[in-house]
């Protein structure tokens, strides 16, 4: 069974500062992994995706993450914290496209000025 | 373009009742999941609908139902209302054309009093 362990459930950075949101997770198959970010009273946005092809992901708002298969680990990393980053941010895994998503518990994110 | 569209937006039952929520996919999805996301946690799997057919289920009791009509919207049906059912709810829609990548709605913020 699949399964994501987000590693620390709140995470403060100063703005400018590097962002690090750990994400692991459990797969008896290559696994699609996803990062989305969720702000206040409002569903969840895609950041990126894993779908097998290039380790290093890019996603949107200068977010990229990285697939380690040797670490069971898919990192979320931005190397200058805004303002605007400060929210809920969930990892989840799938082991077939179009199939349920099975999500960690979140990371909240805040940034300080 | 109107992206994946739920209703309503807040809702308040009374424990025992029964609860109707829809969803509205983005245009050109077929596929729509339904999740629940209690306070301070990530989404759970409720089940997934395509071709008007539940296709995949998760570990949910019976009194969550739904289902998908002709033009892909779907209704998620709740019974016999419990005070842990309060929770957003949230739907998601896919086409195959995006990799099956989740578009999430708003949701709908259910509180049983």
């Known amino acids: 069974a699949q399964s994501v362990t987000q590693l620390g459930s709140h995470v403060s950075v100063s703005e400018g500062a590097l962002v690090l949101l750990r994400c692991n997770y459990s797969?008896?198959?290559?696994?699609?992994l996803f990062w989305y970010v969720q702000y206040p009273n409002q569903g969840l946005q895609l950041l990126l995706k894993y779908t097998s092809a290039a380790t290093l992901v890019k996603g949107i708002n200068g977010f990229e993450a990285e697939f380690k298969k040797s670490e069971t680990s898919f990192h979320l990393t931005k190397p200058s914290a805004h303002m605007s980053d400060a929210a809920e941010y969930f990892c989840a895994v799938t082991p077939q496209a179009g199939t349920a998503l099975i999500f960690g518990k979140g990371t909240t994110l805040s940034v300080s000025s | 373009d109107a992206g994946v569209t739920q209703s309503p937006t807040h809702l308040i039952k009374t424990r025992g009742q029964q609860v109707t929520l829809r969803c509205s996919p983005k245009?050109?999805?077929?596929?729509v999941s339904w999740y629940q996301q209690a306070l301070g946690q990530g989404p759970q799997f409720i089940f997934q609908?395509?071709?008007?057919?539940?296709?995949q289920r998760g570990n949910f009791p019976d009194r969550f139902s739904g289902h998908q009509f002709p033009n892909y919207s779907s209704e998620l049906n709740v019974n016999a209302l419990l005070l842990g059912d309060s929770a957003l709810y949230l739907c998601a829609s896919s086409s195959p054309g995006q990799g099956r990548s989740y578009t999430f709605g708003s949701g709908t913020r259910l509180t049983v009093v």
């Open positions: 609908y395509y071709e008007e057919e539940e296709r």
């Open positions: 797969s008896s198959v290559p696994p699609y």
């Open positions: 245009s050109g999805h077929d596929t």
